[in-house]
């Protein structure tokens, strides 16, 4: 069956300007993750939807970040008046529930580099 | 707050040989779950092996296996019989209940042919 997908793979987008990132979970699954990865660095978690509840949004690095997954399938991510340190790769992860055992099933990532 | 360290930025084995890559973590935690990660160049990131904190055996799954200490939070992963299709970045990560996975900074794994 199909894996998480995201859109675009690539964005360039100039300083000041917003973006959504778009996240197509694996059919089914309850459980859905944000993460940046820094260039040669570990993913670092955004934020978590159950269905379409934000059940953890700490990792968020500032309010210019929203996420939301009004219907409990898609998801996007939203960076408003983008900085240059927001230039990342940005990791969206399913899995069929989110404790536990469970595994995390990541999509290719949404590179962004901000001019 | 827990985090994870990998104190090897970089390793390198033969093909065919076997290679460890170290993991630590810290936590005041009892319930939890630990990861190890692949990730290709510019590929996805890929589950390679897991383990519960509560079982004592280590994991295996094929040629990867896991040398879990609890009482040193050290979650070691070892290679058996290396391939080039192993060439990858690799990360330590661990999981509570909330379910948010805690990444280390990851190894680079270099296979020689």
């Known amino acids: 069956g199909a894996g998480v997908s995201q859109s675009p793979r690539y964005k360039v987008a100039k300083r000041g300007q917003d973006v959504a990132l778009r996240c197509d979970p694996i059919s089914g699954h309850v459980s859905l993750f944000w993460y940046q990865q820094a260039l040669g660095q570990g993913p670092e978690f955004l934020t978590y939807f159950q269905n379409e509840a934000q059940l953890d949004k700490s990792g968020l690095p500032s309010d210019r970040f929203f996420a939301e997954r009004p219907e409990g399938s898609v998801s996007t991510l939203k960076i408003q008046r983008t900085q240059q340190e927001d230039s990342a790769v940005y990791l969206c992860?399913?899995?069929?529930?989110?404790?536990?055992?469970?595994?995390?099933?990541f999509g290719p990532g949404t590179r962004l580099t901000v001019t | 707050a827990q985090t994870v360290t990998q104190s090897q930025p970089e390793m390198s084995v033969q093909e065919a040989e076997t290679v460890t890559l170290s993991c630590t973590y810290d936590?005041?935690?009892?319930?939890?779950?630990l990861f190890w990660y692949k990730q290709p160049p510019s590929r996805q990131m890929i589950l390679v092996i897991r383990?519960?904190?509560?079982?004592?055996q280590n994991a295996t799954e094929n040629r990867f296996s896991v040398n879990f200490q609890k009482a040193a939070k050290s979650f070691s992963l070892k290679i058996s019989d290396s391939q080039l299709g192993d060439a990858a970045m690799y990360f330590c990560a661990y999981k509570s209940n909330t379910g948010k996975l805690i990444f280390g900074q990851g190894t680079t794994l270099q296979v020689k042919p």
């Open positions: 992860a399913s899995s069929l529930e989110g404790g536990g055992l469970y595994e995390q099933y």
């Open positions: 936590t005041s935690e009892s319930d939890y779950y």
């Open positions: 383990q519960e904190a509560y079982k004592q």
